[in-house]
């Protein structure tokens, strides 16, 4: 498998992991707020998305370099180390509200 291919695979799943997020917040502050089950899976998906940034060649990331790639993985770390009660759903919430139409902009146009 080429590089090139590699990314595609990553790009592919961080853009399934965009749409999961979206159908399992509602894009609804309260519901990520107010149901737990709903705060798992989005953090989930959340840490796997983010893995996968981790594994896209740097020739991917550098042609997107409005994408704060080295955020990304910072927010895997607390996602993976933090998850006894330091996860601020807030914080999640504005990476949601924020980040997620930039970055899946960013990803459409990686896509091949």
């Known amino acids: 498998m080429t590089s090139t291919d590699r990314d595609q695979t990553y790009i ?23 149901n737990s089950l709903v705060q798992d899976a989005v953090l989930r998906v959340m840490q796997t998305m983010a893995e996968s940034s981790q594994r896209l060649s740097e020739k991917a990331k550098s042609a997107h370099p409005e994408i704060n790639w080295r955020g990304i993985a910072g927010f895997r770390n607390i996602l993976v180390h933090e998850y006894l009660g330091g996860i601020d759903i807030e914080l999640v919430w504005q990476v949601i509200e924020t980040e997620l139409l930039p970055l899946e902009a960013a990803l459409i146009d990686l896509k091949s």
């Open 12 to 34: 592919l799943h961080m853009l399934e992991c965009i749409e999961r997020i979206r159908d399992y917040s509602g894009m609804q502050h309260e519901k990520l707020l107010e």
